[in-house]
């Protein structure tokens, strides 16, 4: 089991040497096969170990290795730890299974690209990263990973190098997420100097000997991290942007996988945060803010992949209100099938995209239903699942997330309320782009520039690896049927219990308002987009504020990015010019002025040098006298 | 009777010496200052018959005044004699400070000896008959000194190869 | 009997002087060889006077050498003096400063 977790880990990063190693003599489409191959080998054993750890007994699920040890300061060390047990077997299945098959499909996505050796290379090392921060055993080599996941996400948003729109989206990625890495960082400064190791056994044992304003601010420095990689308010303005990179690295990155960084985080170091119930609030609280503004600022996109985006920013902001309020098995199972739907989307996005040469604006787009009835029914089996509605993944996950809430009291009532309201949303805006895209008429680009997928080795990818999805999607949620049947809950119980339970009643309740709400979103949806028998109304303020993403955007510009370039500024004007250059100028012309002048005792006169050498005679003589007498 | 004579030699050989000296570098004509050096070398040598160097006076006769001088005289008559007044040209700070360099040295020297000797320069030693003699000088140069005496022939060889060699007629290059 | 060697010494050191106001005072090169030759002869002296002084014969061996090396000074000295002019090069000490920095 600990060496199929190795192999799990490693097998990416040797596709990524590999890759990177063989440059021109692999052909593109081998690049991918090898960074298929290797996901996939990651995903066999993923389950093997999987099956070797369901042997044991659930209070014995938990082994650490340590691989060697390369940081050694004083008394702390720090080795390349691995942790396998219930919560990092889940995630390793997760991302290696959904990231195997947007591996694949992206072989035939990018098929063509004159790049594709470095993308899948990139993706490779971005699978490498995120299992390590998935089986880290240390919160060293959590951050480690976390920083990784950034890297690759920068590298890969900036994919199209030439396009100054993907190069700016990716700066505006990692500069928002080496904040939150900062605030992380400054917590594990705190928690090595209580506890004086970083390894999570140790830190769990004796985390709640810290008290005070320590362990507040260890737990907010760690929830600033996963704010940050999650893309949650206040610092989710970067996961838009992002959708500059392509199509699959936004299925993998920015919805399956490192955005739920953050929610796994809020569950693996649970011990940490729930020694401060007000930071786990307020986890909950600004997740429950994002579901609310993003569902808002869904309604108003024109382009496919940001209705996708803002639609992850909200389901995630739906993990952090349930692992917030501590209900974990739930978030991590919503989790779960979140990767399958919303990566399903992003990758039925990609086919239409790919059929209309490129567009991404859905105005341009309409009537596909009829042109790509496949992709047309998948599309609909991912949205059906968004929206919750059973018997799709969807609905088995959110609702007893929801219903959990209203066991934690007044607060958990006031999120629960925002959740249900988020439902409602979430089924306007994802069957707005259904019938926006799929329904209706074809529009007059889309008549014109339509390019069917054929039966080519690409489409083929594509498609099988959509098809399987699809089946995910639709059937991943028969895991669990809370409160009847709970393996997920009882496999992470011995690492993430739930502090909340709901009642079955509770549960019902919920689930009737949740899928209510659904199907009225998604009737509100057909009238006024597919029919357009209501119309509705626009005021103009609020459009633009929807429009303009409740300027957070303008905020920050006018907060952070404009004084930090007058500083830039004026520090070139003041600092770099005189002091740096100037001085370094002034040295040299100084020294070419001393060596002009010394250059003037060369006259060339032999008499001159004769005189020089009797003076300089007389004076030495002179000095061994006055030393003599 | 015998001092009196060794101090009126001395006396003549030493004025000798330095007037001669100082006409060297007064003359303006290169051939009179030659000359003047002939007869310096000449003063010396009697200085040296004074001070018991028999061999080195003689040598200094045949070797300095007899070759040396020859060849300057030689080059001078070859050159031709450009006369030029004795102190023209050059910086006048250059004069005076040479003034003060020489005298520097002077001073310098004699100071030194003063002080450095005070009364050890009074009594000089005994010497045997055959002091400076050529059987005396050569016995050391081929025992003591036999490096010295290598390394001179040395030196002789190469200044008569270099000399060959500067005076030959050079190719002139084509323009 | 007759001076002591303190004389002979402090005539060295006259004529040594004489010889360096001769170098550096003199533009000719001709004349500039014969002050160094005046020089070399004052070191001699010196030398030759140190030498009857403590009955070393040393002293008289190393003059004898430096009379071999100044006669090769000569020499190269001459045989320059004689390439200048052959080059029509004016026989100024002042005026040959090519090596001027």
């Known amino acids: 089991m600990i060496a199929a977790s190795w192999i799990t880990l490693f097998a990416p990063l040797g596709a990524t040497v590999l890759i990177t190693l063989g440059g021109t003599w692999i052909t593109r489409r081998q690049a991918g096969y090898i960074a298929t191959l290797a996901v996939l080998t990651s995903f066999v054993t993923a389950l093997v170990a999987f099956f070797e750890l369901l042997n044991e007994q659930p209070e014995e699920r938990s082994h650490t290795s340590v691989l060697w040890t390369w940081l050694t300061a004083g008394d702390f060390q720090v080795g390349l730890r691995i942790l396998v047990d219930p919560l990092s077997i889940f995630m390793m299945l997760v991302v290696s299974g959904v990231g195997f098959l947007i591996v694949a499909y992206s072989v035939g996505y990018m098929d063509g690209e004159d790049e594709e050796r470095r993308f899948f290379a990139y993706m490779s090392l971005f699978v490498f990263s995120m299992l390590l921060l998935v089986q880290s055993g240390d919160l060293l080599i959590l951050l480690g990973g976390w920083g990784l996941v950034g890297l690759c996400s920068y590298l890969l948003i900036g994919y199209y190098q030439e396009r100054p729109e993907a190069i700016a989206a990716a700066k505006k990625a990692f500069i928002m997420n080496a904040f939150g890495d900062a605030t992380m960082a400054l917590a594990l400064f705190l928690v090595l100097q209580r506890l004086g190791t970083l390894e999570y056994g140790g830190v769990f044992a004796g985390i709640d000997g810290i008290g005070g304003w320590a362990i507040t601010l260890i737990s907010l420095g ?22 500059e990179g392509p199509t699959p690295v936004s299925a993998l990155i920015h919805a399956a996988t490192m955005v739920t960084a ?41 382009d496919i992949k ?115 309201v988020g439902t409602f949303l979430t089924g306007l805006y994802a069957f707005r782009l259904i019938f926006i895209v799929f329904g209706g008429e074809p529009s007059p680009y889309a008549r014109e520039h339509l390019h069917r997928p054929g039966t080519t080795m690409p489409a083929l990818w594509m498609a099988w690896t959509v098809g399987v999805l699809a089946v995910l999607a639709a059937v991943g949620g028969w895991i669990q049927f809370s409160p009847f049947w709970t393996p997920i809950t009882d496999f992470l119980e011995p690492v993430a219990a739930p502090g909340i339970e709901p009642s079955g009643m509770q549960e019902l309740w919920t689930s009737v308002l949740a899928v209510a709400l659904g199907l009225a979103g998604i009737v509100l949806a057909w009238a006024v987009f597919s029919t357009g028998r209501v119309e509705v109304p626009r005021p103009a303020a609020l459009q633009r504020l929807l429009e303009e993403k409740f300027y957070f955007d303008t905020a920050y510009d006018y907060a952070f990015y404009r004084p930090a370039s007058w500083i ?62 | ?152 022939s040395i030196v002789l060889l190469v200044a008569a190869v270099g000399g060959v060699i500067l005076g030959s007629e050079r190719e002139r290059r084509e323009p | ?14 004529l040594f002087a004489v010889g360096a106001l001769g170098v550096l005072l003199r533009r000719n090169p001709l004349i500039v060889l014969l002050s160094l030759e005046i020089m070399l002869n004052a070191a001699n ?28 000074e000569v020499v190269v000295g001459l045989g320059l003096i004689v390439a200048l002019n052959r080059n029509r090069i004016p026989l100024d000490v002042d005026r040959l400063s090519t090596l001027r920095g």
């Not at chain 1, 902001?317 to 917030?324: D, E, K, R, S, T």
């Not at chain 1, 105005?363 to 992709?375: A, D, E, I, K, S």
């Not at chain 1, 010019?577 to 010394?598: C, Q």
């Open chain 1, 262 to 302: 953050g929610v796994y985080m809020l569950v693996r170091l649970n011990p940490i945060f729930e020694q401060t119930p007000g930071i786990q609030k307020l986890a909950a609280g600004l997740g429950a803010i994002t579901l609310l503004v993003a569902g808002l600022i869904a309604l108003v996109q024109v």
């Open chain 1, 306 to 420: 940001r209705v996708i985006a803002y639609s992850t920013m909200a389901q995630i902001g739906y993990m952090f209100v349930g692992a917030g309020m501590t209900a974990y098995p739930n978030a991590m199972f919503h989790l779960m099938t979140h990767a399958f739907f919303k990566a399903l989307l992003f990758l039925g996005a990609g086919i239409v995209i790919h059929a209309l040469l490129g567009e991404q604006d859905m105005r341009r787009m309409g009537g596909l239903g009829r042109t790509l009835p496949r992709t047309y029914a998948v599309m609909l089996v991912g949205a059906l699942a968004l929206a919750g509605i059973p018997p799709l993944s969807g609905f088995f996950s959110k609702d007893p997330l929801l219903a959990s809430l209203l066991d934690a009291g007044g607060y958990g009532v006031l999120l629960w309320l925002a959740g249900l």
């Open chain 2, 1 to 152: 009777m015998g001092n009196v004579l060794v101090w009126a030699i001395w006396v003549v050989a030493a004025v000798a010496c330095l007037g001669s000296g100082l006409a060297v570098i007064s003359f303006s004509n290169p051939f009179f200052s030659a000359l003047a050096l002939i007869a310096n070398l000449a003063a010396l040598a009697v200085l040296y018959l004074l001070l018991s160097a028999e061999f080195v006076a003689a040598a200094q006769v045949l070797v300095y005044a007899g070759a040396v001088m020859v060849m300057f005289l030689f080059v001078i008559a070859y050159v031709g004699s450009h006369a030029d007044s004795p102190l023209a040209g050059g910086p006048s700070s250059q004069r005076l400070a040479a003034i003060i360099a020489a005298g520097a040295i002077l001073v310098n020297v004699v100071v030194a000896l003063a002080l450095t000797t005070s009364g050890r320069l009074e009594s000089a030693a005994d010497t045997g008959p055959s002091f400076g003699s050529p059987s005396d000088v050569g016995e050391v140069f081929l025992t003591n000194h036999l490096l010295a005496f290598e390394i001179t």
């Open chain 1, 568 to 629: 830039a500024a004026a520090a070139i004007r003041f600092v770099e010019g005189p002091v740096i250059s100037g001085s370094i100028r002034e040295l040299s012309e100084g020294t070419r002025l001393l060596a002009t002048r010394v250059t003037e005792l060369q006259t060339g006169l032999l008499r001159n040098y004769a005189l020089a050498l009797g003076g300089g005679a007389a004076l030495l003589a002179l000095v061994f006298l006055a030393v003599r007498a």
């Open chain 3, 1 to 14: 009997m007759g001076p002591d060697v303190s004389w002979y010494i402090v005539t060295s050191a006259f």
């Open chain 3, 45 to 72: 002296l010196a030398l030759i006077g140190f030498a009857r002084h403590l009955g070393e014969t040393s002293g008289q061996v190393f003059a004898l050498a430096v009379m071999a090396v100044a006669a090769s």
């Open chain 1, 222 to 243: 760690l929830l600033g991290g996963a704010v940050a990689k999650s893309a949650q308010i206040p610092l989710q303005t970067w996961l838009p942007d992002a959708m």
